[in-house]
């Protein structure tokens, strides 16, 4: 009972080590210079348990990004939750969201799996659908569903909750990238939290009840 119990687990811990490693791999050298020698080192397991589990390098690199989008996915979900209504002022929750939306993107991860995806977009099209599957369409209903429960409870003049997340997330978004260097700068949270502010300003200006 006992090694029956324990033996899927630690399948599925080599499985993330691989994952983890790969896209560290594949982050820093790219597809075509990544080998699947150093993922297997840096993994703690054999060169063909990585192509048991895989199959090929081009699989390898597809599961890598599809599991880095899933953790970036969770972390943006959690911060998206918090967008609640207290009754009070609507401002101060909108910045704690904005600035942990913004800390999500501003994550090491996130900024290695954007330049990868972009980098390798070009011979992989598909990548996209990957990341916009699993990560950026989860996050943008989550958050357009508490926009539309603020509309509703007349706290925002919101009559297109899609529109209004694209609107929210290019202005906490759109600064950040010339702002960070593409990920080279690391930006002070008193920075994230003015961006946050000025990203809730205009969105309000827009959307607030008058």
């Known amino acids: 009972m006992g090694a029956a119990t324990k033996a899927p687990r630690g399948r599925m811990d080599k499985r993330q080590a691989i994952l983890a490693a790969a896209f560290a791999e594949f982050a820093a050298r790219g597809y075509a210079q990544a080998g699947v020698d150093e993922v297997a080192a840096a993994a703690g397991v054999a060169k063909a348990t990585v192509y048991n589990h895989f199959g090929d390098k081009e699989t390898l690199l597809r599961e890598a990004i599809a599991a880095s989008a899933e953790q970036a996915t ?5 911060a998206v939750e918090r967008l609640v209504d207290t009754g009070g002022d609507l401002r101060p929750v909108l910045e704690d969201v904005g600035l942990r939306l913004i800390q999500c993107y501003c994550d090491e991860d996130s900024w290695a799996l954007r330049r990868l995806l972009y980098a390798e977009l070009a011979h992989l099209p598909d990548l996209l659908e990957i990341v916009q599957v699993r990560a950026a369409e989860r996050v943008q209903r989550a958050l357009a569903d508490r926009l539309a429960r603020l509309a509703l409870a007349g706290r ?11 609107h929210l997330s290019a202005l906490l978004t759109g600064p950040l990238e010339a702002r960070a260097r593409w990920g080279t700068r690391r930006l002070p949270v008193k920075e994230m939290r003015e961006v946050a502010a000025a990203a809730v300003d205009a969105f309000l200006t827009l959307y607030g009840r008058k």
Not at 74 to 78: E, F, I, S, V
Not at 156 to 166: F, I, Q, R, S, Y
């Open 74 to 78: 969770a972390k943006n979900l959690a």
């Open 156 to 166: 925002l003049g919101v009559t297109d909750p899609d529109a209004a997340v694209e």
